[in-house]
C-alpha cells in the first residue's frame, strides 16, 4: 500500500520554463512533507519542505504547494536549469519519531 | 559539523555471500538512524531504522538484518545475499524526524 504517490516517473522541460512535481498521498495523518533531490550513485539531499499548516513554502526558484483537502502536494522550479535534472522525491511523515515515508521519485530532465 | 560516512562505494557479491555494509555519523548524539534501499522502479524502500543503541524496527521482512552497537554507528549485514537484494543501499541520520541527511549510497550488486 504506497502512501505516498509520484504518478510521473520522468518529466522533461526546456530550460528556463517552469517544471511542476506533483505528489500525492493517502494517509491523513501525515502532518510534514518534504523534496529530495537526487543525482546518480549520490544520495538524496533535501530541497523543501512544508508543514500542514501551511500551503505554500517558497525558496528562491522552489516553491511547495500544499492542498490538504486534495491530500496532494506540488514542487514548482522557476526558472528550470539544466542543473535541476535529478531525480526528486517526495516524502511525508506524521507527527511523532516515525520515519519519513518516500514517493517512487519522478526523473526530471531539463533540456537547454 | 555533521557528517555521515558510508562504505563500501560499489560492491559486487556472490548470491549466498554474506554482507556487511557500515555507517558512521559524527558531530550528533543520539540520531535517529535508517538504512533505505533504492530498487529499480521503486522508489526508496526504509528497511530498517534505530532510535538507539540496540533498538532496531524492521519495516520489510527479507534476509537483511540490522545492527547498532554504538551511538553513532549502524550496520546492515546479510548471512546470504539473493540476487533479489542488488540496489542502492542508503543510510540516512535525522535528530526526530526532520531533515533527513543520507550518506552516498552503496551500490551493491549481487551475481
Known amino acids: 500500500d504506497q502512501q505516498v504517490k509520484q504518478n510521473s516517473p520522468s518529466l522533461s522541460v526546456q530550460e528556463g520554463r517552469i517544471s511542476i512535481l506533483n505528489c500525492d498521498y493517502t494517509?491523513?495523518?501525515?502532518?510534514?512533507f518534504l523534496w529530495y533531490k537526487k543525482y546518480p550513485a549520490e544520495g538524496p539531499t533535501f530541497l523543501i519542505s512544508?508543514?500542514?499548516?501551511?500551503d505554500k513554502n517558497e525558496d528562491g526558484r522552489f516553491t511547495v504547494f500544499l492542498n490538504k483537502s486534495a491530500k496532494h502536494l506540488s514542487l514548482h522550479i522557476v526558472p528550470s536549469q539544466p542543473g535541476d535534472s535529478a531525480v526528486y522525491f517526495c516524502?511525508?511523515?506524521?507527527?511523532?519519531?516515525?520515519?519519513?515515508?518516500f514517493g517512487k521519485g519522478t526523473r526530471l530532465s531539463v533540456i537547454a | 559539523s555533521q557528517t555521515i560516512h558510508q562504505w563500501p562505494a560499489t560492491l559486487v557479491q556472490p548470491v549466498g555471500s554474506p554482507l556487511s555494509l557500515e555507517c558512521t555519523v559524527e558531530?550528533?548524539?543520539?540520531?535517529?538512524l535508517y538504512w533505505y534501499r533504492q530498487a529499480a522502479g521503486r522508489g526508496l524502500q526504509l528497511l530498517f531504522y534505530?532510535?538507539?543503541?540496540?533498538?532496531i524496527s524492521s519495516e520489510v521482512p527479507q534476509n537483511l538484518s540490522a545492527s547498532r552497537p554504538q551511538d553513532r554507528q549502524f550496520i546492515l549485514s546479510s548471512k546470504k545475499l539473493l540476487l533479489s537484494d542488488s540496489g542502492f543501499y542508503l543510510c540516512?541520520?535525522?535528530?526526530?524526524?526532520?531533515?533527513?541527511?543520507f550518506g552516498s549510497g552503496t551500490r551493491l550488486t549481487v551475481v
Open positions: 516524502a511525508a511523515s506524521e507527527e511523532g519519531n516515525t520515519p519519513l515515508v
Open positions: 540516512a541520520w535525522s535528530v526526530g524526524n526532520y531533515g533527513y541527511t
Open positions: 558531530g550528533t548524539s543520539n540520531p535517529n
Open positions: 534505530s532510535v538507539g543503541i540496540g533498538q
Open positions: 512544508i508543514s500542514s499548516i501551511k
Open positions: 494517509n491523513s495523518m501525515f502532518d510534514y
